[in-house]
Structures are given as structure tokens and as C-alpha cells.
Nanobody
Framework: QVQLQESGPGLVKPSQTLSLTCTVSGGSITSYYYWTWIRQPPGKGLEWMGAIASDGSTYYSPSLKSHTSISRDTSKNQFSLQLSSVTPEDTAVYYC?????????????WGQGTQVTVSS
């Protein structure tokens, strides 16, 4: 059974970089899948942010591409999200997930989510 766990600071100041890590157990991030970041702002729906494929290729939502970066550490079986120049609108619950394709509908295993608040 694949398990995912998000970690990172819960509070980030505006204009700073939000950094989160997802630790995967029960499966390798170099296997066939897309390792994905998703967020849900308060009172809004889920938003697919981007993914890193098993071969290391990265894919981003066009609306976030300019300030989003996803990377991985295969030795630790982790993948990470960096979101630069954050604003209060980036306040959300952030999830990492395993997916069979690009997009929300393809995610099958999810982390529990971590709340990130952007505030001074």
C-alpha cells in the first residue's frame, strides 16, 4: 500500500518561497506514475498544480508555471514543491498524490494534506 506524507512549514510570509516535501513509502517514485501536487484554498475547489513523472520530467499548471518548481530526491524517495513569491492567495491545504496521468481525476493515493498559511 502506497503512503504519502507532506511536510513543511505551516506559515510563510508574503513574497517568500513555500517549500513542501512529500515522503513516499510502499512504492518507488521512479516507478510508473506521476507524483503530483494539488491544493485547495479555503472555500474553493481542488487545484492541480503540477507533477513529476517517474523519469523526472516535470509538468505544471499553466497558471502556476511561472513560480512553481517540482523536484525529487530518489535516494530518499521524496519529491518536493517550491512556490515562489507567495501571496495570501496561496493559502491552502496542500496535498501530494500519486497519479496515473496528469490531472485531478487520475490521482489514486493521496497524502493527508498540510495547511499552509501565507501571512505576515
Amino acid at each position: 500500500q502506497v503512503q504519502l506524507q507532506e511536510s513543511g512549514p505551516g506559515l510563510v510570509k508574503p513574497s517568500q518561497t513555500l517549500s513542501l516535501t512529500c515522503t513516499v513509502s510502499g512504492g518507488s517514485i521512479t516507478s510508473y506514475y506521476y507524483w503530483t501536487w494539488i491544493r485547495q484554498p479555503p472555500g474553493k475547489g481542488l487545484e492541480w498544480m503540477g507533477a513529476i513523472a517517474s523519469d523526472g520530467s516535470t509538468y505544471y499548471s499553466p497558471s502556476l508555471k511561472s513560480h512553481t518548481s517540482i523536484s525529487r530526491d530518489t535516494s530518499k524517495n521524496q519529491f518536493s514543491l517550491q512556490l515562489s513569491s507567495v501571496t495570501p492567495e496561496d493559502t491552502a491545504v496542500y496535498y501530494c498524490a500519486r497519479a496515473n496521468g496528469l490531472g485531478l481525476e487520475w490521482s489514486d493515493y493521496w497524502g493527508q494534506g498540510t495547511q499552509v498559511t501565507v501571512s505576515s
